[in-house]
């Protein structure tokens, strides 16, 4: 714990040093003085009933361990919905090395929509679960079902995508990147502290990005973001590195009657993918995930144990961030760069 509050003030106190340099030009300022009212523009409807049936197909494979069969059935699923939605499909296939040397055989899974659009736009998250259920009482050394931790980003984006397709009126592109081994980080008190543990896939994908030069106007990545009473604050690397689409999503969250979920306050930075492909990858990407910074493990009471499995997820939730990055995408297409 002490280990993980350290590194949530190193980084944020790192990102403000960085931070400093930027958003200070005349221009910021003229333009925060007269901020122009947000229009909604015409969006599809989002549909958590189907987002639900997502997780609740990635669940039905059981863990998704990287290294178990499982976990590879689930990528296969992944990787033909993808292909079903009519989207070109890359499959990333890495080796990466976790905290106690297993080498996890990965892939991260990669979904092109309008390849010929030269705007596009990044939605991520993590498709693996955790090996582990460090954070519970019982049952510590054994995987769990990650329906909110894994499942719920993925059948979220994933009905994104389905809602795109079908509407047909979308003119910008659209990338979804699966990125695998996110969950295999070091536990607390397992030696000496290991940095960049957690995130090997977005960690390789920033990296070797899958096509050349790849980049994207800005990304999104949700982590957790299906459980009743979730609570989104603009999370510190996200305000840092992408400060202005991090207030563009919350303005557009609260504009569609969703402030009990995105909650117009800060918190501390976490490590998670988005801080890889901020980093590395250099396109500016925010992290719509639920925490508490006021709780002990800074995240949701379910977070890293088995009770992180179906029964905690609530279609109030998804519909409020399934509509919320459809509606960003819209409105998108219209606004003056
Ligand atoms: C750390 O615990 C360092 N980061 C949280 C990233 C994460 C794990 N997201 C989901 N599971
Ligand atoms: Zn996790």
Redesign the pocket.
């Known amino acids: 714990m002490t280990n993980f509050r350290f590194l949530i003030i190193a980084l944020f106190l790192s990102m403000t040093i960085f931070s400093c340099k930027e958003k200070t030009d005349e221009k910021s300022i003229a333009s925060q003085l007269a901020k122009p009212e947000l229009v909604l523009q015409k969006a599809p409807v989002f549909n958590p009933d189907s987002a639900y049936f997502f997780i609740e197909k990635q669940v039905s494979f059981g863990t998704r361990v990287p290294n178990t069969a499982t976990h590879d059935q689930c990528g296969a699923y992944l990787v033909q919905t993808l292909k079903n939605l009519g989207l070109e499909v890359t499959e990333q296939n890495f080796e990466a090395e976790a905290y106690n040397k297993v080498m996890l055989k990965s892939k991260n899974i990669i979904g092109t929509y309008k390849p010929e659009a030269s705007k596009r736009i990044l939605l991520a998250a993590?498709w693996d679960?955790?090996p582990f259920a460090d954070q519970d009482d019982e049952r510590k050394t054994e995987p769990?079902l990650?329906a909110n931790?894994?499942a719920s980003g993925v059948g979220v984006i994933l009905e994104v995508l389905r809602t795109i397709q079908a509407d047909k009126q979308l003119n910008i592109g659209v990338d979804v990147i699966f990125l695998d081994s996110?969950?295999y980080?070091q536990p607390e008190n397992t030696g000496e502290h290991q940095d960049d543990s957690?995130c090997l896939g977005a960690q390789y994908w920033a990296k070797n990005r899958h096509k050349a030069n790849y980049s994207a106007y800005f990304g999104i990545l949700l982590?957790?973001v299906g459980t009743q009473n979730a609570k989104f604050y603009k999370e510190g690397t996200s305000r840092n590195f992408a400060p202005t689409v991090t207030d563009k999503i919350w303005e557009i969250g609260e504009k569609l009657g969703y402030s009990d979920f995105f909650i117009q306050k800060n918190s501390g930075g976490i490590t998670d993918d988005h801080l890889y492909i901020n980093k590395i990858a250099g396109i500016p990407t925010v992290d719509i995930i639920d925490h508490d910074p006021n709780s002990m493990s800074y995240?949701n009471q379910y977070?890293?144990t088995h009770d992180d499995n179906m029964k905690i997820i609530d279609k109030k939730t998804l519909k409020a961030v399934g509509q919320t990055v459809l509606q960003v995408l819209y409105n998108e297409q219209n606004t003056v760069n």
Do not use: L, V, Y
């Open positions: 993590h679960t955790r769990i990650g931790d894994g996110e969950d980080g957690w982590d957790m995240f977070w890293h």
